[in-house]
């Protein structure tokens, strides 16, 4: 029988047997779970303790609207929210720009101003729940406008936890809501570092991201090296302004997809903290263990969804779900069934979090660490998978690092050719896509999306024409030039960032001081 091949084209043998981890040495790749190098979990108990954090990513339309939405995942027992912002938003954009038209409210919720987080946040506890924010190439001033609020609540920033993305690199290779070029982008990045450390220490300043390459087509072994490539170019900025490892790096968290492909993805989990583990020892000298520890974040795959039979998507869901639990991930947001049609309903939503609380309160699987452990397979593929990442890693390095490698186009390209096969087999029908490619119906059921209302543009215009009638315009200008002042220099741009948010300058106005003096990334022709 010929072995089978896995996404990251490694072969898959139809049976595993102890000859198959004859160089195996438990003690060296494995360890006890809480201990270098980490494989078996980055915590002793894992969820024999408690389960990880429940996210559900979510925001649409206004402020207010996104709100309502936050009070209903919390009563319904999350544990963490996860906002999604508006394109405007993500590219430094207020709602009233040109450039804005259309996209406004679409893809996440608005945010223009401090009165907008305000709404944002009302009612909900700071202090007691963890807030994790999609947010990149602007990531400092939603941070900011984040504890601009908390403060106004009585929450001071050292109470606050959750996670900023804050990962430019990846935008550069997939995404594309970049702002500024690369140099600056990672210095501003550095800034959030030395900024949170003194101002914000239970919040992770970064949350280094694969899952949007996976979505773009990465295999699962491109996505944790191509990721931990962009971390090690982090670590370096980090360490180039003068922070020392311990320092920041117990605050780098990471972000990853879970796929179907179920003892892949396991595989996958543990390899990446094993080769973290090494890497932040043995290359960056890192003395605390939890600066060894790669902690993440996982989201179910949402490539992966499919508007045909769009209730087949809970099946999906609910595997990808436990695969990333089996892979021992520190929080999850599980996508809801409808989402490949519009942004997510009420009752979807719900759903998506039911999927994790069946995983873990009706299952066995917290009832034990890394339960598979010593497997045959299961041991063989995180080796297979580690050394393809390893070599990945290496092109990466041998092109003078992750940032020069973008610049070349080098992982871009690997995905996209990536990508492109995965596509040939979905259309000759050699990879199976239920509902898609095999096992289709006629007649699609007929379902009503959440539609986003177009007049919220007209009311965010109206807000922010409402809030420059009522500020101090000689106050924000004053503090925008002291923050382009500082972004000509090497004083931190945080500072003066808070200031002119204080005083209720926007996020758009942000960016833009910001881009007079490092201007933005233009794309090579390699792209």
Known sequence: MADARSESDLPIKPLYAAADLAKFDPEVQLGAPGDYPFTRGVYPSMYTGRPWTMRQYAGFGTAKESNERYHQLVAAGTGGLSVAFDLPTQMGYDSDEAISSGEVGKVGVAIDSIDDMRLLFDGLPLDKISTSMTINAPGSTLLLLYQLVAEEQGVPGDKLTGTIQNDVLKEYIARGTYIYPPKESLRLISDVFAYCQDEMPRFNTISISGYHMAEA??????????TLANAKEYVRAAQRAGLEIDDFAPRLSFFFVARTTLLE????????????ARIMRDEFGAKNPKSQMLRFHTQTAGVQLTAQQPEVNLIRVALQGLGAVLGGTQSLHTNSFDEAIALPTQKAARLALRTQQVI???????????PFAGSYVMESMTDALEAEIVDLMTKVDDRGGAVRAIEQGFQKGEIERSAYQVALEIDDGSRTVIGVNRFAIDVEEDYEPLRVNPAIEAEQKARLATLRAERDND?????????????????????????????????????????????TYIPTDSF
């Open 217 to 226: 087509g990465a295999t699962p072994a491109q996505e944790i090296a191509f």
């Open 265 to 276: 993805e396991i595989a996958k989990f543990r390899a990446a903290r094993r080769i973290w």
């Open 360 to 370: 873990a309160y009706e299952t066995d699987v917290c009832k034990t660490v890394d």
């Open 475 to 519: 106050a924000v200008l004053a503090a925008l030039a002291k923050l382009k002042v500082a972004a000509q220099g090497t004083d931190n741009v945080l500072y003066p960032m808070r200031e002119a948010l204080k005083l209720r300058a926007t996020g758009g106005e942000v960016a833009h001081a910001l881009r007079e003096v490092w201007g």
